[in-house]
């Protein structure tokens, strides 16, 4: 069943998403909601500019700096205009200039950067936390000092290291490209 996705671009940003490729993107939102059966989710997402997210991330974390990606859970059900009950998941916020960025800085193509980061605001509307640990550009988990983890059985239970290994599993089955169209 379908879920509503919602693509935006915010007023600021300064290359804004052109219907095909918000189109495109939904397309890969409703594939990664299918994939981890999250059927009639509502999910809104935003493409702005760091000034915009520089600013949520003051209000909503207290760190003033640009983030690449936040997500802001909601978690209501209500009745669709099409009589069957949906589940707002939330929204997430997606600074392309951040985005590009770091797709440059790491030298990766910037369409796997942004499935990446949508893929990871998906995970945390799902109730998932990675904590202090993240994902370098070759999918190595990283902790808070930027260590390479080793995955074993002790780590492998570790819930926040569960949501990145989750993370890269699911980017690892999805090879199209969603920008260039």
């Known amino acids: 069943m379908a879920s509503i996705i919602n693509v935006q671009n915010e007023e600021t940003l300064k290359n804004p998403y052109s219907e095909k490729r918000i189109e495109s993107i939904k397309n890969f939102v409703q594939e990664i909601l299918f994939h981890q059966n999250l059927e009639n989710w509502e ?12 600013d949520l991330n003051k209000n909503y974390r207290n760190i003033d700096s640009p983030t690449d990606v936040l997500s802001f859970e909601q978690g209501d059900f209500y009745m669709g205009e099409d009589e069957k009950e949906y589940f707002c998941a939330g929204d997430i916020v997606i600074s392309d200039e951040t985005l590009t960025f770091n797709a440059e800085k ?23 936390d990675h904590g202090e640990y993240h994902v370098d ?4 988990i990283l902790d808070g000092n930027s260590t390479v ?6 780590t492998k239970t570790n819930e926040e290291i569960q949501m990145l290994v989750l993370q890269e599993t699911i980017f690892s089955k999805f090879n199209d490209r969603i920008l260039e169209v």
């Open 43 to 54: 999910v809104n997402i935003l493409f702005s500019s760091d000034e915009f997210i520089r």
């Open 106 to 128: 790491f030298n990766i193509h910037k369409d796997d950067e942004l499935k990446r980061l949508i893929i990871h605001g998906i995970l945390h509307l799902s109730g998932f």
């Open 137 to 140: 550009a070759n999918g190595n």
């Open 149 to 154: 983890v080793v995955l074993n059985d002790e």
